[in-house]
């Protein structure tokens, strides 16, 4: 087996650019991994996080698109600009790319943190077969609670609120206020979920994420959950790359091929 690998433009909204990487599986068509990094971050991923999975998946057989959000890494635009709805706009847009380019057998779709608050919301629009959550953002209220000291500290001398090296508006809050990621996944989604989360992560607790799975399990959904004991939000140890890594790739083989 011989995957390709490519770069990818594209227009977004605002005639933006966005940029991406893709791992093809070049023997016909295949079941496709979209990658949503989360806030701050970009498409290789923490570590390289995600590169190494989607080499993994291709080594498997199934191909995927990792893509940084219009605001984020590659792509156009500046990050204070960027928010649930042009993160949605930028998602639907890839899905629609990749879906005239390679009508793949299968769409999966991959969030991780706060980009798997993106993937529940475009479920409804893009009726994927399968999801994959890493760490996902399960309580809005908490995500708002932990943003208020920021809020609280005023903005700079250009009227931006600062997140670390980031300058942002009250439209990043704005935007998602009043919503719940979990109700709305399963609310529309109808295919089959994955779920990873370690139990040593300081962001997204055992407890928040979980609330997808009973929410799973009430609505009929099968999942599948892997609580990988002493694992960061970024899954940043070996062993931790390599679960997700062959974890995955099992999943949707077994799921989806």
Partial sequence: MNP????????????QIIRGSLHLFNQGRSPWVIFCHGLTGQRMGPGYLYV?????????????ARFDFRGSGESDGTFFEMNLSTMNADLI???QFINNQYQPS??????HSFGGLVVSSVVAQTSPEGLILLSPVGDVDALIEKRKALMAAGTNSSGFYELGPHEMTLSFVEKINGIDPVDTIFTNFH?????????NDSQISVQESARYLRKAEQSGIKSDYHLLH????????????KILCTSMSNWIKERFR
């Fill in 4 to 15: 390709d690998f490519t770069f990818f433009e594209i227009n977004g909204k605002k005639q």
């Fill in 52 to 64: 190494k999975i989607s080499r993994a998946l291709a080594e498997a057989g199934i191909s995927s």
């Fill in 93 to 95: 847009r890839v899905l």
């Fill in 106 to 111: 299968a769409t999966i779709l991959l969030g």
């Fill in 191 to 199: 295919g089959e979920l994955l779920l990873f989360q370690g139990d």
């Fill in 230 to 241: 002493g694992a960061d939000h970024n899954f940043s140890r070996v062993s931790d790359v």
